[in-house]
């Protein structure tokens, strides 16, 4: 199993990106699938969650409509559309792979190494 995160850089508060989390190895359409963050000397925060279909998403009340959570099931790629950052988003982000959509780390089996956002 393997999750690859890509997209993150550098941008300017008010800007956007793009991260993507490519998955192998596995049924991805079986699993539901998770953003964390982690910020320096921070715990890992949930960021947003989507189900297998894709239909239903969730957000931590910090990103909500600005952030925008999708899967592509024939392609097996997560993303996540950042818009309109502010500093405070500056972390690590991570996708995992788990069932039930959950805001907790411990229900997802697999984890991405990480890809850094950097706002300023």
């Known amino acids: 199993v393997q999750l690859v995160e890509s997209g993150g850089g550098s941008v300017q508060a008010g800007g956007s990106l793009r991260i993507s989390c490519a998955a192998s190895?596995?049924?991805?359409?079986?699993?539901?699938m998770g953003w964390f963050r982690q910020a320096p000397g921070k715990e890992l925060e949930w960021v947003s969650s989507i189900f297998n279909d894709g239909v239903f998403k969730t957000y931590a009340d910090s990103v909500k409509g600005r952030f925008t959570i999708s899967r592509d099931n024939a392609k097996n790629i997560l993303y996540l559309q950042l818009n309109d950052l502010k500093p405070e988003d500056t972390a690590v982000y991570y996708c995992a792979a788990g069932y039930g959509g959950s805001v907790h780390p411990d229900a997802y089996n697999y984890w991405g190494q990480g890809t850094q956002v950097t706002v300023s």
């Open positions: 190895g596995y049924t991805y359409s079986s699993y539901c």
